[in-house]
Nanobody, 125 residues
Framework: QVQLVESGGGLVQAGGSLRLSCAASGRTFNTYNMAWFRQAPGKEREFVAAISWGGGTEDYADSVKGRFTVSRDNAKNTVYLQMNGLNPEDTAVYYC??????????????????WGQGTKVTVSS
């Protein structure tokens, strides 16, 4: 079983950058596809980005393409979300999620079994 802990959230001005990290426990991290979701106040949780178990395949929500980059370091059991060009619409709690590896990458909340506790990102205008 993999357990997930996010970090790196905070307050940033519009146009700024943040890098989120998700540290995973467990020896099977490198067999899991990983994803980032976010949930803004009063809204449903939505897909942001996903990466395959080996890092060779990525997927992004249209709203973040070209601004956000997902990556992973299996030696460190960590997945990252580099967020550039942030705007107030990116304000949300960001969650890391995991599911057993496979293609295609999944982008629905119900398709992920394991979740972190979330890290809050606030973008001021």
């Amino acid at each position: 079983q993999v357990q997930l802990v996010e970090s790196g959230g905070g307050l940033v001005q519009a146009g700024g950058s943040l890098r989120l990290s998700c540290a995973a426990s467990g020896r099977t991290f490198n067999t899991y596809n990983m994803a980032w979701f976010r949930q803004a106040p009063g809204k449903e949780r939505e897909f942001v980005a996903a990466i395959s178990w080996g890092g060779g395949t990525e997927d992004y929500a249209d709203s973040v393409k070209g601004r956000f980059t997902v990556s992973r370091d299996n030696a460190k059991n960590t997945v990252y979300l580099q967020m550039n060009g942030l705007n107030p619409e990116d304000t949300a709690v960001y969650y890391c999620a995991a599911r057993p590896g496979g293609i295609p990458l999944r982008n629905r909340v119900r398709e992920y079994d394991l979740w972190g506790q979330g890290t809050k990102v606030t973008v001021s205008s």
